[in-house]
């Protein structure tokens, strides 16, 4: 059961060669055994999994089709809303916090016959690249115990990688559905911005979020896509005009993949410098794969490279700066023992309830809005962004995707960048642009380092081009093995996996 | 010396739109504290703001009347500040592209009919209210009611120089407002706030340091704080001493205005435009639908009753005064095909009986129907003044039908010579003493004497004819 994909559970399931129940029951037992490893989950809710199995059971014997994943155990980042279940974002503040509505996405998924078992490690407010930043701990990566898992959905990632749960949702502001991904050898989608809609997901920051899936192949990633997708009333900003239908056909009924139409560009300067060669090396090779399907593969520079992380981290901590604000000790979520006025409510319920990274940010986004330093910072930032959206654009003019690496290395030790906030913010590189124009982008793993640590890269397309991307992920994933791997049975064969001869 | 004050107003006007800017929360007034509340207007983690197309639409109407640039591609904002009654603690605004720019008002002053003066609005904006602090013994407690309830705020150009140009302003964009059905304009329930922006300067000098002074609750309050403010700032110029930019709260029970902060100590609202509202396109087609449906406003109003159906000035200002009694009178008017006498009707009886029963001009309530029939009635002289005024009186306090009244309390006017005839004569029998008199001169003694033989006919007596008939006899 552990090893099919979800699309396949939920099949079993509709066959009765298994009830919800048990796959439900089997999921969380292991989580219960397993996860004092990891560390992925914040909190289980197998009561209300159990009861909602049932209700799932009853439909699915009443003959309705529900969806592609009916029955399916999923896990749920912990600042995606869930109704009666704590939403923590892994914060001190909002520890004890509990949604009275759910996310506009855990509805549908919901409604799709999916069963929440519980709440998702991340980086305290999806602040930072490794989930070492959270108030309860980091999460570490089911492939080496000794590293992250990569961020901020790292418990997301993690999870499907540990075989904790087949299917999560994850958030991505910057890269943060994608690089754990990657750490994680794991598939997940960041779909374009406006195509899922974002009511529910306690925000970042605003003009970047979206929630995505992440899972063990791009067809499950697909599947549930397709039904979180879609306009809601809920959210001005969810612009698609009708959900995705992406389908789950071709790796049910193989068809030989052709990507002889496809064009795809390979930014050269992406892969110069700063990049580890084995991650280079995979990535070149994934392009090679590529090419042996049909495709064509030319190479390409990136404009305004340097130009994008200062970008991104100036306005997502703008933003960040005032959605944040909302947590003043007052209403709910943390308020400090020793406030006596007002003002000190605020100060010290906040200066004790954020974590290091979050109050890093704060103080940055109310910097580059602050008088005086507006036109310096935040509108240069969005000037940028505009020259970015551009580029992409006429990119897209020429190209249908880009392949790219998703971060420069492989999952690093834990501790080993938590301390150094301008290299952890440098690992965003590759990510951060995609989110800048609003970009859906696929992260599907691609090999494996000498050490047997996972390697993924990214596909980015236009904006509301997932088909052409999950169908180029999924031509990927049937002449490829990488994504079917898992931590154990892969450190033996890494240096067969990792080095391609290049 | 010679100072001129210089005044701007920042105008507070809550929509009347049945539910909030950003939510399907009621906007209605009062409430038991958060009820009238839901995740998004409370600010909880995740919610997301989805904006109510009337509140652009009630904006678009204000603007339209005020002869405003409409601005197109039009955005919200982010105002971030820390205060308990706000519980995102930021205010969806507009501070980059308010909606409306560029406008006039103008205004009539001295009260004077033709003595008049444009006052140029800035900009107008959308903006959500915040909650409000209810202050215990226990502690202070927060209501978020409010919160989310939209408001327009209207920022005219510093135009005015006195007080009364300030009030008539205020009269004037009150009366538009309700016109326009917008805003009850209710100062007491603080759906009308003003906040006037003031500073003194020599005759034709630079313009000196402002302060904004806030909590004005009425006009009259208006009134006192301005001058109470426009002598501090002239007094502390003439001692030599500075104004300081500050915010000054009135205090109308001491009459007093004391500083609540100054620029030095100011926030810094860290502006920038709202992630979780996209731009909006306002169309051509929208704008022309919503110029095609706005109301006559008052001031054109008072032209047409003036120049078209021959009312005088005062008849048409105490017409317009209030929407509700505009249309009443329009209805009466069509219906009965008698402006003057309708005029007159809802100038004197009307407006006589709706102060005594101390009705509010939105509250009245008038049956058209029925105020028409008894217009005919005395017009083509079926009734008597005297019975109109009874029978008005009868239906505006107890809904009578005015034809039944009349005919139960007989009041159908007697024109029947011989009626007449016999009533003056007996009369005249039972006042010989009267008669004396007049013959010696004393007309007075006319009045006594038709009042008589009116009672006589029950009061229902044509007067002209009793006119007619006792003078003859009396000349006999």
């Known amino acids: ?502 | 010396m010679n100072w001129e004050i210089v005044m701007g107003l920042e105008v507070h006007a809550e929509l009347s739109t049945k539910s909030k800017i950003f939510c399907g929360c009621t906007t209605e007034f009062g409430g038991e504290p958060n009820t009238h509340v839901c995740p998004v207007c409370s600010g909880m983690p995740g919610t997301l703001p989805r904006l109510n197309r009337s509140v652009v639409e009630y904006a678009l109407r204000v603007g339209l009347a005020l002869d405003c640039e409409i601005t197109r591609h039009c955005k919200f904002d982010r105002k971030n500040y820390f205060y308990p009654d706000l519980p995102k603690a930021y205010q969806v605004s507009q501070l980059y592209a308010p909606i409306c720019r560029d406008g006039k008002l103008e205004i009539e002053t001295d009260g004077t009919v033709g003595k008049k003066k444009t006052i140029a609005i800035r900009e107008i904006h959308m903006e959500e209210d915040a909650g409000k602090l209810v202050h215990g013994k226990g502690g202070t407690l927060m209501d978020f009611n409010r919160c989310g309830v939209p408001l327009l705020e209207i920022v005219s150009q510093p135009d005015f120089s006195s007080a009364d140009e300030v009030i008539a302003y205020l009269e004037k964009l009150r009366e538009t407002l309700l016109y326009l059905d917008v805003c009850d304009c209710k100062m007491q329930e603080g759906s009308l706030r003003a906040d006037v922006n003031l500073s003194v300067r020599q005759a034709g000098g630079e313009l000196g340091v402002r302060t904004e002074m806030k909590n004005l609750n009425s006009f009259k309050a208006i009134g006192r704080a301005i001058e109470y403010e426009a002598a501090r700032q002239i007094k502390l110029l003439e001692k030599g001493g500075r104004v300081v930019q500050e915010t000054r709260r009135w205090d109308d029970d001491e009459g007093v205005s004391l500083g609540m902060r100054s620029k030095e100590d100011a926030q810094d609202y860290r502006y920038f435009p709202e992630p979780d509202l996209l731009p909006m396109e306002i169309s051509g087609e929208w704008l022309v639908e919503i110029r095609g449906n706005l109301p006559e406003p008052a001031h054109m109003k008072r032209e047409r009753y003036t120049r078209d159906l021959g009312l005088t000035g005062s008849e048409a200002s105490l017409l317009t005064s209030h929407k509700n009694i505009s249309a009443i009178f329009e209805a009466i008017a069509e219906r009965s095909g008698e402006p003057t006498e309708t005029a007159r009707l809802m100038t004197g009886e009307i407006m006589r009986l709706v102060n005594d029963t101390n009705t509010l001009p939105e509250d009245l309530h008038i049956d058209e129907r029925k105020f028409a029939t008894l217009i005919a009635l005395v017009t083509t002289e079926k009734i008597n003044r005297n019975a109109y005024k009874e029978t008005i009186e009868a239906v505006f306090l107890h809904d009578a039908d005015p034809e039944a009244y009349i005919a139960e309390k007989g009041l159908m006017m007697v024109s029947d010579d011989s009626a007449i005839t016999r009533a003056v004569a007996e009369v005249l029998d039972a006042n010989p003493a009267a008669i004396a008199e007049y013959r010696e001169g004393k007309e007075k003694v006319f009045g006594f004497l038709m009042g008589q033989v009116m009672r006589k006919l029950g009061g229902a007596g044509n007067p002209d004819i009793i006119k007619k008939s006792l003078k003859e006899m009396l000349d006999e």
């Not at chain 1, 003009?207 to 067809?219: E, F, H, R, T």
């Not at chain 1, 049910?252 to 991650?279: C, F």
């Not at chain 1, 943390?334 to 990274?357: D, H, N, P, Q």
């Open chain 1, 1 to 502: 059961m552990f090893d099919m994909n979800a699309i396949e559970l939920s099949n079993s399931i509709k066959s009765k060669k298994l009830s919800v129940a048990e796959a439900v029951g089997a999921y969380i037992n292991t989580i219960k055994n397993t996860d004092g490893e990891y560390n992925a989950f914040i909190s289980l809710a197998e009561d209300d999994a159990l009861d909602r199995a049932k209700t799932v059971q009853a439909k699915i014997d009443a003959g309705e089709a529900l969806s592609p994943l009916a029955g399916v155990p999923i896990g749920v980042k912990d600042n995606i809303s869930t109704m009666g279940i704590k939403t923590t974002c892994a914060s001190k503040m909002l520890a004890g916090y509990t949604p009275v509505f759910n996310a506009t996405a855990v509805d549908r998924l919901e409604q799709a016959g999916m069963v929440v078992v519980g709440k998702l490690n991340m980086d305290e407010f999806a602040m930072g690249g490794s989930t070492e930043t959270g108030a309860f701990g980091p999460v570490r990566n089911p492939w080496d115990t000794s590293r992250v898992a990569g961020g901020s959905s790292g418990g997301s990632a993690a999870a499907v990688a540990a075989r904790e749960v087949p299917l999560t949702l994850g958030s991505d502001t910057g890269g943060s559905i994608r690089q754990p991904c990657a750490f994680c050898g794991v598939t997940g989608i960041k779909p374009t911005y406006g195509a899922v809609s974002r009511y529910g997901l306690v925000a970042f920051a605003s003009s970047l979020d979206q929630i995505g899936p992440i899972g063990k192949d791009i067809d499950d990633c697909a599947a549930m896509l397709s039904i979180i997708s879609g306009q809601d009333g809920r959210d001005n900003t969810c612009v698609i005009e009708k959900p995705f239908d992406l389908g789950t056909a071709p790796a049910h009924t193989p068809a030989p993949p052709n990507l002889h139409n496809t064009k795809i560009g390979l930014p050269h300067n992406y892969l110069e410098s700063g990049i580890d060669d084995e991650v280079k090396n995979s990535i070149l090779s994934a392009a090679k794969d590529f090419e042996s399907a049909g495709a064509s593969v030319e190479e390409f520079d990136m404009p305004l490279m340097d130009y994008i992380i200062p970008a991104y981290y100036v306005i997502a901590c703008a933003e960040a700066s005032s959605n944040l604000s909302r947590y003043d000790g007052l209403k709910y979520g943390y308020r400090s023992e020793g406030a006596e006025t007002l003002s000190e409510v605020y100060r010290l319920s906040r200066s004790e309830g954020f974590g290091i990274e979050v109050k890093r940010r704060i103080m940055l986004g109310s910097f580059v809005l602050s008088s005086g330093y507006y036109d310096a910072y935040y509108k240069k930032a969005l000037q940028t962004r505009a020259l970015v959206k551009d580029a992409y654009s006429k990119l897209f003019g020429r190209f249908d995707m880009l392949l790219s690496p998703v971060a420069p290395t492989t999952a690093y030790r834990l501790g080993e960048n938590v301390g150094d906030p301008v290299k952890m913010y440098m690992g965003d590189i590759y990510t951060a642009s995609v989110n800048l124009a609003g970009l859906p982008a696929v992260s599907l793993p691609c090999g494996f380092d000498g050490q047997g640590l996972p390697i993924g890269f990214q596909l980015v397309g236009d904006a509301f081009s997932e088909e052409k991307l999950v169908w180029a992920a999924q031509a990927y994933q049937q002449i490829t093995d990488h994504h079917t791997k898992k931590p154990g049975d892969v450190a033996a064969s890494a240096q067969k996996q990792g080095g391609p001869s290049t």
